[in-house]
């Protein structure tokens, strides 16, 4: 007796005990594995669509949108129902057919919409219907810096697409709709957003930049209208954020095959990929060597007769006439853009001061540590320049090449009084703090120069505000014949702020006539509304 109750009690201590892993099993499955399952569960009766924007938003400074504003109609229809009507309705449409990963459906999509033909396509052809943003306009705002993706993979090819991949990529998300156990697409539910990895880089609403919209579209309406290849950047220079960026000509971002393969540079960025011998521009450069080397002053004097030798190489002033500008000073030499006295300038104090003094401007050497593509110019070093080119590299010309993008972090050394401060992208990127990299007196000085450009020499004008700037015309040969790279670079200040704005304009005429002209509507509509 005694032992059939120590059998029942071991029965009922191993059914308590299977009871209790019964009752912890089913805790687990309901509990902690409960969203895993349900999402298992759910992704059977999913149709997921590929090539669908679900990327992070690139974003102004004002949280408007760069990417993803321009709306879309998509049309699902199974394949059973395609037919050859189908496909002339979808040409009249102007419908690219999308890649996705279910071979039961074809993806159209289209900006046009059309209320008969839509209700004909779900009539007849009972296609699921919805509305949805694309990622880019074809005439999409700030495409070079904004860049563009790999078609079939999404993922960034340049610009912010490529440096912020892992921030804007979607994690494995992709858009979907959602059916029945049979595969049909059940109507009247919108399309959702099925996590299928974990979403720890997204962004939430996006990637926000330091570009401003409204003065991003301005820039890029008066490049347009020039007509001609060039680029426009305006910076802040009080703390290095970008503000616009511009570049021409442009290219539409859902069409990149058709760019890939033609014969034109529509793809390069000429803010930061485009080098170009900086011209006058460059002068800047001769007077800080000069006034940091205590070689010369601002009260320095050369003759101009209105053409120079110096070391074999004969140099004509294009802003002097024949007799030239006489004797003339550095303040007067700078405004009047005089090639004569720079070059005697650039011989007295000697190439290897210009070349050091380039560099240290930052000339040479890249404005971000990893932008996609940027080109870091090219300044050669003293060993390798000999007598003879100091007479080039006095004024801009030679072997020198610059970007945009460099050139206004030099413009901004000037207006921040010698302080050196790179330029800034991302809103909440750390700030940079401001080196000196030249003395505040020669920055001084140098300011006084550029703003006597702007009042009686070679950027003379109208102007509300007080301006410094440098006009600049460089010699360069493309396509078999010899053109003239146009720059201006110059600054003001609006209200409490700092503006750097510099425009390069190839193939145009000089830096006054045709520069300039570009310059002048952006310099109105930031001394207007910002």
């Not at 050669?380 to 945009?404: A, E, F, M, R």
């Amino acid at each position: 007796m005694e032992k059939i109750k120590k059998r029942v009690k071991l029965i009922i201590t191993i059914f308590s005990i299977l009871l209790f892993l019964l009752g912890c099993r089913i805790w687990y499955i309901q509990v902690v594995c409960h969203d895993e399952l349900t999402s298992a569960a759910n992704s059977q009766y999913y149709i997921s669509l590929l090539g669908l924007d679900t990327r992070g938003n690139v974003l102004d400074r004002n949280l408007k949108p760069l990417t993803g504003g321009t709306q879309e109609y998509y049309y699902i229809i199974n394949k059973n129902c395609v037919d050859e009507e189908l496909g002339r309705i979808m040409d009249y449409l102007s419908a690219d057919r999308l890649t996705k990963d279910n071979s039961s459906y074809f993806v159209y999509r289209t900006e046009i919409y059309n209320s008969h033909i839509n209700e004909v396509l779900k009539t007849d052809y009972d296609a699921y219907v919805f509305e949805n943003q694309s990622r880019y306009a074809d005439e999409q705002p700030a495409c070079h810096l904004i860049g563009y993706l790999n078609e079939d993979e999404q993922r960034g090819v340049s610009g912010l697409e490529l440096l912020y991949q892992r921030e804007l990529e979607p994690s494995g998300n992709s858009l979907a709709v959602l059916a029945d156990a049979a595969g049909n697409i059940l109507n009247g539910l919108a399309p959702t957003i099925v996590q299928t990895k974990d979403i720890k880089n997204m962004t939430g609403s996006g990637l926000v930049t330091t570009i401003d919209r409204r003065l991003q579209h301005i820039c890029e309406q008066v490049l347009k209208q020039t007509e001609k290849d060039g680029a426009i950047l305006v910076m802040d220079s009080d703390n290095g954020e970008i503000l616009a960026w511009a570049s021409a000509p442009t290219f539409n971002p859902n069409d990149i095959e058709s760019h890939l393969y033609a014969d034109d540079d529509c793809l390069v960025d000429k803010v930061c990929q485009g080098t170009y011998a900086s011209g006058s521009v460059f002068k800047i450069v001769t007077a800080a060597a000069a006034l940091e080397s205590g070689k010369a002053d601002i009260k320095t004097e050369f003759l101009c007769s209105g053409k120079v030798t110096v070391e074999g190489v004969e140099v004509n002033c294009s802003t002097g006439g024949e007799k030239g500008h006489g004797k003339i000073d550095m303040k007067e030499a700078m405004a009047q853009s005089c090639n004569c006295y720079f070059v005697q300038l650039g011989e007295q104090i000697g190439c290897t001061e210009i070349i050091e003094m380039a560099r240290t401007l930052g000339f040479g050497e890249k404005c971000f540590d990893n932008f996609p593509g940027e080109a870091s110019g090219y300044i050669p070093y003293p060993q390798d320049v000999g007598p003879w080119d100091t007479t080039n590299l006095s004024i801009g010309q030679g072997d020198i090449l610059v970007t945009p993008l460099q050139t206004a972090r030099v413009t901004s050394l000037i207006a921040n009084g010698g302080m050196k401060i790179e330029p800034k992208l991302i809103m909440n990127d750390a700030e940079t703090e401001k080196v000196r990299v030249i003395k505040k007196e020669t920055a001084g000085l140098i300011d006084e120069m550029l703003k006597e450009v702007m009042k009686s020499g070679t950027g003379a004008g109208e102007w509300k505000l007080p301006v410094g700037g440098k006009t600049g015309t460089a010699e360069a040969f493309s396509s078999g014949e010899n053109i003239n790279n146009c720059w201006f670079t110059g600054y003001f200040t609006s209200g409490e702020k700092t503006y750097v704005v510099t425009v390069l304009i190839e193939d145009g005429l000089t830096g006054s006539s045709t520069a300039i002209p570009v310059f002048k509507p952006v310099y109105n509509y930031l001394a207007d509304n910002l």
